[in-house]
């Protein structure tokens, strides 16, 4: 018996170092290839010290597809531009990580001090409209905190009467997926107040084995589109002006120049007084935009 297990988990180790051994190894020359690839389609800029990183994530890919080297990968991408295959590397090297009430002191300074100048720039003109934007949306926890945010904002006898849509978006098809089902383990949605989550989540039904998960409300999904969309992109499928628009936490992946284009397309897209909502270590340096604070800039009326 004891001979056995000693041959089972000698074999265990062996083909553990098989794997390893013939795991495919990311060169400098190739990562930079990957890197620029990825900065001319998304923008983002990979730094020097993320090759593991990289190697790892695509990794995943070479599997995928039976590939036994990286070149060949890049081959895929780069010379025959498979677009099906461009998406799985952005959704390999993106970085989706976010949360319900994220930034939690930015939202309560919007809560408490900008949802009334909000709210009355929705009714400047006669009509009640509010139009959001979630610009880099990952698995959707922050565009269903701002409805949520909206909905408490807005006074329940008033709610018909309005008009609210936010758009939430991003590169990463399969963050936008369980963005768009709503559905999240218990874990995440105790960052939800206590209050929030009894109105507007639901306890799925138990199965065996699984989880606990909790599932957004139609209250607040029917408010929010979700869309891919490339920030990076030439041009915006986008028509609407926007009162207010988020893009936290994803300037910190691009340069300089990308941020402040960003930037300019964000002041023409939204309404006069329309506020812009930056992460905590995202700063504007050059800006017609005016500051308030918390990493919040809003776009000033003539
Ligand atoms: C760290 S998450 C931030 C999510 C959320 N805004 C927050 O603050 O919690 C960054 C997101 O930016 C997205 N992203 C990166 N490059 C993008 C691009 N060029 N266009 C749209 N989304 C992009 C990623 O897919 C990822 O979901």
New binding site residues.
Partial sequence: MASSNSHSQASRSNYTLDRAAQAPLLKKSSFNLFRELAYQH???SIKDNRLERVQTRLRKRLLALNLKTFEEYYQVLNERADAVELQEFFNAL??????FF?ETRQLEHLSKNLMQPLLDLGQKQGEKKLRVWSS???TG??PYTIAMMLQEAIAPAERYQWDVKVLA????TI?LEQATRGSYPAESVQKIPPHLRRIYLTKDPKIEGEEETYTVNEVIKQWIAFRH????APRYPIRTQFDMI?C???FI?FNEDTQQKLINRFYDLLNEGGYLLL?HSEFIQKTTFVRESFNIYRKPSK
Avoid: F, Q
């Avoid at 993106?94 to 949360?99: D, L, M, P, R, V």
């Avoid at 978006?169 to 990463?172: G, H, K, L, R």
């Avoid at 969309?229 to 990076?232: D, Q, S, T």
């Fill in positions: 998304i923008g983002i993106t970085i989706t990580k976010t949360e994220r880099a949306c990952a926890e922050e978006s991003d590169i990463n963050a969309i490339n920030l990076n988020l936290r936490n994803v992946y992460g």
